[in-house]
C-alpha cells in the first residue's frame, strides 16, 4: 500500500466502508479538472486496492463500471450499490501536492519506511490489478514508460512484476537517474532478459506492437509543461487514446500507475488534451 492512509481524517472518512472488496474502476472522460492525491486516499490493506480512481468516480459521480467479468463477480452490483448508497463524497478531503510529499516525508522519515519498500508494495498492487483486468493469454505485450523519478521506479518495478505474471514487458526508461534504487531495478529487469527500448526505437504507432501502454512518467511531483522527450511521448498516449475513435481500430490501452503523465498535480486535465487512461489501478 503506497501511503497506508496513516492520517486520522482519512481513517475516519472512510471506516465506515470496510467491507469493500478489491475494486478498480474505468477511467471516466468526464472525470477532469480536478485530481487529488488518490494513493493519498488509499485506506487500509483491509482493501488495497481501491483505487483513487473510485474515490474520483464517487466523488464526481460520473458511470462507473467494473472493468472485467470477474471483477463484476466479485464485486456484485448490491455491494456496489451499497458503496454508493453509504459514500458521503462530502467527506473526502483533497490533499494537495505539498500534502503529498509532506506525508512521504513522515513516512520515509519517523515511521522508518523505505521507498523501495513502498514501491514494492505499491506496485504489487498495480500489477495484480492489471492482471486481474487484462490478463496475459490476451494482453500480453505490455510496454512501460518510465520517467525520472520514483514514479518511473513504480514502472520499473511493474515491468518485473507482469514478467513475473506471464506478460512479455518492454521498457521505455529515456532518462536515467544514477541513484542505487534505480540502477538495481533496472539490473534486475535486465536479468530477467527484458527489452529496453529508446524512444527511437518505439514504433509509431504504438497499437501495433503493445497491448498495454503503462504510463509510469510522472506522479504527484510533475510540474511546470513536459519537457523532451516527455512531451512527445505524452503526445503519442494522447494519440492513442484519440485513434480509439476511430471505428474498427484496436488501440493499446492505457494504464496509468498514478496521476496521469502531464496532467496537472492538484487541478487534473485541466484543458481536457491530456491522456485519457483507460485504467487507474493505484492501490
Ligand atoms: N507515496 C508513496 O508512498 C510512494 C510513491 N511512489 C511513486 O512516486 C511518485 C512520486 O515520485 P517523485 O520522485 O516524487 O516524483 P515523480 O515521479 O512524479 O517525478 C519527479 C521527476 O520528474 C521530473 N519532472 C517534474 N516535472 C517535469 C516536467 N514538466 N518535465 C520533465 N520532467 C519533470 C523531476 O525533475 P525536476 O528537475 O523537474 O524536479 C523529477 O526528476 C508517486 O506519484 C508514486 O507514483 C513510489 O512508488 C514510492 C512510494
New binding site residues.
Given amino acids: 500500500m503506497?501511503?497506508l492512509c496513516l492520517t486520522h481524517s482519512i481513517t475516519q472518512t472512510h471506516n465506515h466502508n470496510h467491507n469493500l472488496p478489491h475494486a478498480t474502476t474505468t477511467f471516466s472522460s468526464s472525470l477532469h479538472n480536478r485530481n487529488p492525491l488518490f494513493?493519498l486516499f488509499s485506506v487500509s490493506n483491509q482493501f488495497p486496492l481501491l483505487s483513487r480512481a473510485l474515490f474520483q468516480s464517487i466523488i464526481l459521480r460520473p458511470r462507473i463500471r467494473p472493468f472485467s467479468t470477474n471483477l463484476t463477480a466479485s464485486y456484485s452490483s448490491s455491494a456496489f450499490a451499497q458503496i454508493m448508497a453509504n459514500f458521503d463524497a462530502d467527506s473526502v478531503t483533497y490533499l494537495t501536492q505539498r500534502d503529498?510529499?509532506e506525508?512521504?516525508e513522515t513516512?520515509m522519515g519517523p515511521l522508518g519506511f523505505s521507498?523501495d519498500q513502498?514501491?514494492e508494495l505499491?506496485?504489487l498492487s498495480v500489477a495484480t490489478s492489471i492482471s486481474e483486468v487484462y490478463k496475459p493469454c490476451e494482453h500480453s505485450r505490455v510496454l512501460t514508460i518510465c520517467?525520472?523519478?520514483?514514479?518511473?521506479?513504480?514502472g520499473l518495478v511493474a515491468a518485473r512484476h507482469l514478467h513475473h505474471f506471464g506478460y512479455k514487458p518492454f521498457v521505455c526508461y529515456p532518462k536515467r537517474?544514477p541513484k542505487p534504487l534505480y540502477a538495481g531495478l533496472v539490473t534486475q529487469l535486465e536479468a530477467l532478459s527484458i527489452p529496453f527500448l529508446s524512444v527511437e526505437e518505439l514504433p509509431s504507432d504504438l497499437s501495433n506492437d503493445f497491448d498495454v501502454v503503462i504510463d509510469a512518467m510522472?506522479?504527484?511531483?510533475?510540474?511546470?509543461?513536459?519537457?523532451p522527450p516527455?512531451d512527445d511521448l505524452i503526445q503519442r498516449l494522447v494519440s492513442l487514446h484519440n485513434n480509439n475513435n476511430q471505428i474498427g481500430q484496436k488501440r493499446s490501452v492505457i494504464v496509468s500507475?498514478?496521476?496521469p503523465s502531464g496532467w496537472h498535480v492538484e487541478e487534473g486535465d485541466v484543458d481536457g488534451t491530456g491522456i485519457k487512461p483507460d485504467m487507474l489501478p493505484h492501490n
Fill in positions: 503506497t501511503c494513493q503529498a510529499a506525508i512521504d513516512l521507498v513502498l514501491m505499491d506496485v520517467g525520472p523519478g520514483n514514479n518511473g521506479g513504480d537517474t510522472f506522479g504527484f511531483s510533475f510540474h511546470g509543461s513536459p519537457r516527455f500507475v498514478d496521476i
